[in-house]
């Protein structure tokens, strides 16, 4: 399939077709009215476990919206493994890359608080086995390749170098954030961050987001939570408000955005359009509980 150009913007007719090499978790879920402090017991509600991780979810929200996708992983041959592949597949993402190995599928445990803000520990398991050889196989035919982090950080920078040298448009989600090599930034069509991932890059608590293309992305998305988000490219800053919703729960919101950000590229969208959509994505997922279960379908954006 023919690629736009690297680095252009406009938009066109390039089949939509999304490689997303990244994490499959399970999500055990806890409601609590507060998280505990160090040494300290809190009673919260029953667990949930429900399907997640970075890399599914954002497979999940694009292929809600009706991109083409794939997404190369592993999980564990376990009950979390198969609730993870039924969820993929019941979405209509393609699981033939996806391993199945002898590690325990990876697991995030997760608190949720009233306001709907969560705090998360992940024990990544199967995810550790995901290895850079399996990238290449999978690259010929992709439009748009995005990585997260939940997998080993030299898996992430081989994708990221290997699918720029093939053409392939290339989106980071660098989270959670870790140094990652100065070539893999350069190879990036866009670096997604939050708003605390991009002050961990620049050093700095509130720092200009056009700094970050001083790193070596040729444009750069920040998220702001309910604020929006912010596109960053060498014509400046564009911000793109959120609509205003009651959050229950935040769980997979920056998944839900960067599934709806690769699929509006992968689709020929400008930077600043495809930004517009993923924000309303994600304002409608933490409307509702969970992370993939919260993925809206294209029909609610109309």
Do not use: C
Request: zero cysteines; glycine letters at 12%.
């Amino acid at each position: 399939m023919s690629v736009s150009p690297r680095g252009s913007w406009q938009a066109g007719t390039v089949q939509t077709q999304v490689l997303v090499v990244g994490s499959a978790n399970a999500d055990l879920v806890v409601a609590t009215q507060r998280r505990p402090a160090g040494g300290e017991t809190v009673l919260g509600g029953d667990t949930r476990t429900l399907p997640g991780g970075k890399g599914a979810n954002t497979a999940v929200a694009a292929a809600r919206l009706g991109a083409d996708v794939a997404l190369l992983g592993a999980v564990g041959d376990d009950g979390h493994g198969r609730l993870l592949l039924d969820s993929l597949r019941g979405a209509g993402v393609r699981t033939g890359l996806v391993r199945v190995v002898d590690r325990p599928t990876g697991v995030a445990y997760i608190t949720v608080t009233p306001d709907g803000e969560n705090a998360i520990l992940v024990s990544p398991g199967a995810n550790q086995e995901v290895e850079p050889s399996a990238v290449d196989a999978a690259l010929p035919g992709a439009g748009v390749l995005v990585a997260s982090m939940e997998i080993p950080l030299p898996t992430v920078e081989h994708a990221v170098t290997a699918a720029a040298e093939a053409g392939v448009r290339t989106v980071l989600n660098l989270s959670p954030v870790a140094k990652v090599a100065g070539a893999t930034l350069a190879a990036l069509d866009v670096l997604l961050v939050n708003e605390h991932e991009a002050a961990w890059l620049l050093g700095a608590e509130s720092a200009d987001p056009a700094g970050l293309l001083e790193l070596g992305p040729r444009s750069a998305v920040v998220t702001r939570g309910p604020r929006g988000a912010v596109v960053v490219t060498a014509e400046g800053l564009t911000e793109v408000p959120s609509p205003e919703v009651e959050a229950v729960d935040t769980t997979g919101a920056g998944d839900a955005f960067a599934g709806a950000l690769a699929t509006g590229i992968a689709r020929g969208a400008a930077l600043a359009d495809a930004v517009r959509t993923a924000v309303r994505v994600a304002a409608i997922s933490v409307t509702r509980h969970g992370a993939q279960p919260s993925y809206p379908a294209a029909s609610e954006l109309e």
